[in-house]
Structure formats: structure tokens, C-alpha cells
């Protein structure tokens, strides 16, 4: 199955959603557990209206109906340090290390800097204690208009920490560099670290008689940048204007060769026809 085009890495705000509620679901099993073992509970005699809490020289009383749960100080803070612990594993360490929570794993998405580089714990400390602010009024509604209203979609907590949550596929690269539909970052290229006019296959010169003018060189189509490999989306290939040749060649198994006369020739993004010239 095909993946679906992001001409910007960062519009993932609905995956966000939820991986942060896989986030929040997990961090409350790591609190739920230990209370279940350690809490205890008494029947009532009565019934008490809707939840109440109610503390004792640091006891805690939380009476829900006719049941009351009723929760020591050593049981209290094993509780909150799972809590704590789960909060520091999966929304510090995990982000600032691996660039993932396991909810951001789950949706395919991953926290980076602007250069697309991993946050780092101390950016990622930042963004989880500006889940304060983000979570307001109680439910992440700031963050939700946050990531709506920002050209980057970024919550309060990233614009704090200067991080971007992106789609997998652009980690390690640039966050204003475009998804193409092969999965690459930005401007495609040929050979990372071979300049594109060292690959290219000067094309064998025709014999001109010594009695004729050299023919004109042809000029590259309107728009078009001149020796700089460029992806042709509609013909799925590499084309390239080379400007010494005149005409347009395309990257083979053997390296760059020129463009075959029944080849159709490079489709520019407003879909206009580019005139092979040469």
C-alpha cells in the first residue's frame, strides 16, 4: 500500500492525538497497578455523594459511593514515584534519547530539533513541565490550538524546547524540507556525496565539417534549473538539463545517459509540457 504525500512533515496532528492518549493511558497503568495492590477498601454503610477525598496526618481517604479506598503515606508515594518513573521513562528519557515515546512509536512519528536531530533530554524535560500549561483547562485544548495555529503545528511545549514532532520518514533531515512521494527529504539527489556534474557522462561531440559554423548550444526550457538532478514525479526517473550538451539526460544503471527521442520528457509540478530541445 502506497503512503500518502506530506509536503510538510509536521501536519501530523491527528497521529499526535493519539499517541498522546497511549502516552497518558500508559503512564496511568504504571500509578494503577500499585494502587490496586497496596490500596485498601471498605464497604460503607452509607453512600456518599459522588467522589470525595479526605485527608488524615497524611492518610487518604477517597470515598466513591458506598466503598472507601483508603491509602497509607509509604503506599501514597510508592504510587506517585510508578507515576513519576513511568512519566520520566516515557515522555523524557525515551524522547530525549530515541526521539519516540512509545505512543509517538505507535503512530509513526518522531521528536527532532529543527535540523531533524534528536531533542536531547534537556529539550525533552522542557517539553514534558510545559504539559501544565498544555493541558489547560484539563484537557489538552491549549496544545490542541497550538498545533493548530502554528506554522510548524507546535504545542506550547515545543515552542518552549524548540523541537517538532514529524513523520518518521523526515527524522535526521531538516524540518522545512518536503516528503516526496518516494519517501525522500528535500531536493532529490543522485549520489550523496558525488557533485552532480562529476557524474555526468560528457556525451560524445558530433563531427562538425570545417567549412560549417558550430551549432548553437540550445537553451534549457523556462524554469528549469541547469545541471541539477531533478525528480520527474509524473515519469518516476532523474532528469538532468545539461547545459554543455544542450539537451536532457536521465540517470541509468551506467550513470547519466542522454534522454531517448521517444521518451517522454520532464513533467514540471504546474504540469506544464517542458519542450525537449537538442
Known amino acids: 500500500m502506497t503512503r500518502r504525500t506530506l509536503t510538510d512533515p509536521t501536519a501530523v496532528v491527528a497521529r499526535r492525538g493519539g499517541a498522546w492518549f497511549i502516552d497518558v493511558v500508559l503512564c496511568g497503568l504504571a500509578a494503577a497497578i500499585p494502587l490496586l495492590l497496596l490500596a485498601d477498601a471498605y464497604s460503607l454503610d452509607r453512600a456518599s455523594g459522588g467522589i470525595e477525598v479526605e485527608w488524615h496526618d497524611g492518610d487518604v481517604g477517597v470515598f466513591v459511593r458506598d466503598t472507601a479506598i483508603v491509602l497509607r503515606q509509604t503506599e501514597l508515594a510508592i504510587i506517585l514515584g510508578a507515576l513519576l518513573v513511568a512519566v520520566l521513562l516515557f515522555v523524557v528519557i525515551l524522547p530525549g534519547r530515541r526521539g519516540w515515546t512509545p505512543g509517538h512509536l505507535a503512530a509513526d512519528l518522531r521528536i527532532v530539533r529543527g535540523d531533524g536531530t534528536r531533542t536531547g533530554l534537556f529539550r525533552a524535560l522542557v517539553r514534558t513541565v510545559a504539559w501544565v500549561i498544555d493541558i489547560l483547562p484539563g484537557v489538552p485544548l491549549v496544545a490542541y490550538a497550538s498545533t493548530r495555529l502554528t506554522r510548524r503545528h507546535q504545542r506550547v511545549g515545543d515552542l518552549l524546547a524548540r523541537t517538532y514532532v514529524v513523520d518518521k520518514r523526515a527524522a535526521g533531515r531538516p524540518v522545512d524540507q518536503p516528503l516526496t512521494e518516494d519517501g525522500a527529504v528535500g531536493a532529490p539527489e543522485v549520489e550523496a556525496e558525488v557533485e552532480p556534474e562529476a557524474a555526468v557522462a560528457e556525451p560524445e561531440p558530433e563531427p562538425v565539417p570545417s567549412h560549417a559554423e558550430p551549432a ?13 538532478p531533478i525528480w520527474d514525479r509524473r515519469h518516476k526517473r532523474y532528469v538532468l538539463w545539461h547545459s554543455r550538451a544542450g539537451r536532457w539526460l536521465t540517470h541509468g544503471d551506467t550513470g547519466w545517459i542522454p534522454l531517448g527521442p521517444d521518451a517522454p520528457p520532464y513533467s514540471p509540478p504546474d504540469r506544464r509540457a517542458v519542450r525537449q530541445d537538442g
Open 216 to 228: 548553437p548550444v540550445a537553451a534549457p526550457p523556462e524554469g528549469v534549473p541547469v545541471d541539477e
